[in-house]
């Protein structure tokens, strides 16, 4: 494969000029992808969330009916009306709480720190101080000079 002739005789400068502007050239198109790409992610999610709203519209009075309906069943077992919705009511009242007290105590900050990650940090920079003081350690957990 032959070269043209006209690049064959360009300078140094002049390649370098067209390797900038095709560098800024490829950073420019670059960008405008991952701009696309985060406003498509962006649009999804507003999506999700306005799927999951309408969902939570819909599903909190099938619900609130299930549970009349599970009040209705305990009245026709013959327990009194008031009975049956504080049966039901406290139920759900009992699994609400027990659900609230579990997802309240998984957000709290002590229990989002990545302990073991952080252990596994301290136990590598010790090894590198180790290694770069000369140090080995045994098997049986002794140190050695190395």
């Known amino acids: 494969m032959s070269i043209p002739f006209e690049e064959r005789d360009r300078s140094i400068p002049g390649i370098v000029i067209d390797l900038l502007n095709q560098f800024t050239t490829l950073l420019r198109q670059e960008s405008q992808l991952a701009r696309t790409e985060i406003s498509e992610n962006v649009n999804r999610a507003i999506i999700g969330i306005v799927l999951a709203v309408a969902a939570a519209v819909l599903l909190i009075p099938a619900l609130v009916i299930l549970l009349l309906a599970a009040v ?3 009245e026709s077992t013959g327990l009194a009306p008031y009975w049956a919705a504080l049966a039901v009511g406290g139920g759900v009242l009992l699994l609400g709480l ?6 309240v105590s998984r957000l709290k900050a002590k229990n989002l720190v990545p302990h073991k990650t952080i252990h596994q940090l301290h136990e590598d920079a010790a090894l590198a101080k180790r290694q770069v003081n000369g140090e080995e350690r045994t098997a049986d957990g002794f140190q050695r000079a190395a």
């Open 72 to 74: 209705y069943g305990l």
């Open 98 to 103: 027990i659900l609230m007290l579990v997802g």
